[in-house]
């Protein structure tokens, strides 16, 4: 199928042109269609598969539609996204795709003087992408409404409430007009997004282009048994690898994202972290040179790296291991995009068998371990994992990280 199949218009197809795009990918085939019959939509697809032109495209066709009948220029297409990153992302694709029509479009987040996004919308918009903060901000302020809201779009939906920010999307829905065609997005489906999902549609079309939580079939997935204290050790000694050209290494907490960043560096290895902490200057400066490669090395907690889209990303590296399972299908989407191959190595020390646990059994693979290397721990290749608690056995050293009594919490300050 090409895009000229699926009733775009021509400024539409124009712009994919230009893009250098013919194909769409399963999620665009299966979801545009639907969103031009003005469908609401539930989108299940993991990292990397196309969401964002998938919801893109077709809304611009509407818009325009719409002003046909009426010109008035107003606020009529809120998509709200959990972080700033993503949001600027999925704003470059509306100026992308929507380069040959005449609409107007602003992204607004926090961590940054609102003036100038102020100015943005009371000069008036189409369209409005936001994080969820800044918009309460800028809502609460009243420099904005959502009265004339024709179409909710809600991306990751997933990471909003990895994020806490579930209660922020229910009040932002509050405030919406009940009639409007809502797009719901996620790359996973737990029962908390299940039950968001079913208040927020009306017999929607479901589009699932794979089944949940798994994993790219053209990422090469490896597992590096190692003590704690010696990861970034071993990380070094990867690095020796001239085949390991840009790498994306995720941390969970941001001082460790910094530290480990700056060891790198006084190692000779050009790199930078995001986190949290960083302005959003600096993280913008920190994505532009990784993707420049200026960089080898970019590293990252989860909140900062989602939405980083990256061409010819070779290598993803879990420099510790994700206590969610779902986190670790949206880190390795990181590489192995639009059809390319990638590599996902993942260090795992004592304290966090049970996490390695809960992710196999979510992906419903084993992933194959690497025992040439030079810190490799073998008692570890045949021990019973830790229990659910995350706890690894007193004798080993280290802690739990990230679960209480067997339940997943969150931590809000990456």
């Known amino acids: 199928m090409l895009f000229t199949d699926l009733k775009l218009i021509e400024p539409l197809l124009n712009a994919l042109s230009c893009e250098g795009y013919a194909q769409p990918t399963p999620i665009q085939e299966q979801a545009i269609p ?15 598969t196309g969401k964002t032109a998938a919801f893109t495209l077709p809304v611009l066709q ?8 009426d010109p008035q220029k107003k606020l009529t297409v809120l998509v709200l996204t959990p972080t700033r990153e993503l949001a600027i992302q999925i704003g470059e694709s509306i100026s992308s795709y929507g380069r040959f029509l005449q609409l107007r479009h602003h992204v607004v987040f926090g961590g940054v003087s609102q003036q100038s996004q102020v100015q943005a919308i009371r000069g008036g918009l189409d369209i409005l992408v936001a994080t969820p903060g800044r918009l309460l901000d800028l809502l609460g302020q009243r420099i904005l ?69 798994t994993t790219a079939e053209r990422i090469q997935q490896s597992l590096y048994y190692v003590e704690k204290t010696n990861k970034r050790a071993l990380l070094l000694h990867l690095l020796q690898d001239a085949s390991v050209e840009r790498v994306l290494v995720f941390m969970q907490m941001k001082y460790g994202a910094e530290r480990l960043a700056q060891q790198l ?17 600096a993280r913008q400066r920190a994505l532009e040179g990784f993707k420049k490669n200026k960089l080898r090395v970019l590293v990252a907690t989860d909140i900062a790296a989602r939405g980083i889209d990256i061409d010819d990303l070779t290598h993803v590296i879990n420099f510790e291991l994700p206590n969610v399972p779902e986190t670790y299908v949206h880190r390795i989407g990181r590489t192995g995009r639009a059809g390319a191959e990638g590599k ?60 209480r009594g067997g339940r997943v919490f969150q931590q809000r300050s990456f």
């Not at 509407?62 to 009948?69: A, G, H, V």
């Not at 996902?344 to 020390?349: K, P, Q, R, T, Y």
């Not at 030079?374 to 990230?402: C, E, K, L, Q």
């Open 145 to 213: 409404n959502l009265k004339d809201i024709r179409y909710f779009i809600l991306d990751e939906a997933d990471r909003m409430l990895d994020m806490g920010f579930v209660q922020d999307v229910r009040r932002i829905i509050a405030l919406l007009p009940e009639e409007k065609q809502t797009l719901f997005f996620s790359a996973t489906m737990p029962p908390e997004i299940k039950y968001l999902a079913d208040m927020l549609l009306h017999n929607p079309v479901k589009v699932e282009v794979t089944p949940p939580a």
């Open 62 to 69: 509407l818009l325009e539609e719409d002003r046909k009948k």
């Open 265 to 281: 560096k006084k190692a000779g290895i050009a790199a930078e972290a995001i986190h949290g902490n960083k302005t959003q200057n």
């Open 34 to 48: 639907a969103i031009l019959e003005r469908r609401d939509l539930l989108g299940c697809a993991q990292t990397g």
């Open 344 to 403: 996902a190595l993942s260090f795992c020390d004592w304290g966090e068998k049970s996490f390695l646990k809960d992710i196999e059994k979510l992906t419903k693979q084993t992933i194959p371990v690497i025992k040439d290397h030079p810190y490799d721990v073998p008692s570890m290749h045949n021990t019973i994992p830790a229990s659910n608690t995350g706890t690894p056995p007193a004798s080993f050293g280290g802690g739990s990280r990230g679960r």
